[in-house]
């Protein structure tokens, strides 16, 4: 069964902090990770990394997905207010059925405070 | 402009009603799902409908039942519920080939109370 797991689960900074989230997987045919940001409701998609695209950066947010050691980083610099949200990372499985299939670790909450 | 949408935003239900929820998407994608998001939690996977068929139940009760009439809708049928299927019910769309499969755009989602 594929597992993805983030850490922290929680974390609280003020702005103008960097903050660093983190999300390790363990699946049996990898074929992309995801980033995702989830204020109060949808899902907002923010990054998807690949074994031909393991850098993405916009803005102030940045990843990295290392295939080797099976983890992915999403970093924010300078954060804002607006960053306040749950931070989803998802793997998705190209094995048999599972054709699209994304799993999703538990998510990271992150606070800004003013 | 949100171009997943999803109607409606909240629905209250008693157990023995029936009730739907819908789903459009104007991206021009070719798959679409449903996911179950329970408070806290993160969403999980229901269904998948690729090219108006459906591809992946994630073995779901048969009181959810899901029905794709074209491209762009996807609708959720509702019947005889528990409380515990209270959650945020969440409609994605994707392309349906290949690695774009897998980027997701989810609409925001319907509130659902059973009581």
């Known amino acids: 069964e594929d597992k993805v797991v983030q850490s922290p689960l929680s974390l609280v900074v003020h702005e103008g902090d960097t903050v660093t989230l983190n999300c390790s997987y363990e699946?049996?045919?990898?074929?992309?990770l995801l980033w995702y940001k989830q204020e109060k409701k949808a899902p907002t998609f923010l990054f998807m990394l690949t074994s031909s695209g393991i850098e993405k950066k916009s803005g102030r947010l940045s990843s990295i997905l290392d295939k080797k050691e099976l983890f992915s980083i999403l970093n924010i610099t300078a954060t804002q207010t607006g960053d306040s949200a749950i931070y989803l990372c998802a793997v998705g499985d190209a094995g048999g059925t599972s054709y699209g299939k994304l799993t999703f670790g538990q998510g990271t909450i992150l606070t800004v405070h003013p | 402009d949100t171009e997943v949408t999803q109607t409606p935003k909240h629905l209250v239900m008693g157990m023995t009603n029936k009730k739907s929820l819908k789903c459009e998407q104007h991206m021009g994608h070719r798959a679409m799902y449903w996911y179950k998001q329970k408070a806290k939690k993160p969403p999980e996977l229901m269904f998948v409908?690729?090219?108006?068929?459906?591809?992946i139940n994630e073995s779901v009760p048969s009181r959810f039942s899901p029905e794709c009439p074209n491209s762009s809708l996807l609708n959720l049928h509702l019947h005889a519920l528990q409380p515990e299927d209270s959650a945020l019910y969440l409609c994605a769309s994707s392309s349906s080939s290949g690695i774009s499969s897998y980027e997701q755009y989810f609409g925001p989602g319907t509130r659902l109370t059973v009581t």
């Open positions: 409908y690729s090219y108006e068929k459906l591809s």
């Open positions: 699946v049996t045919n990898f074929r992309s």
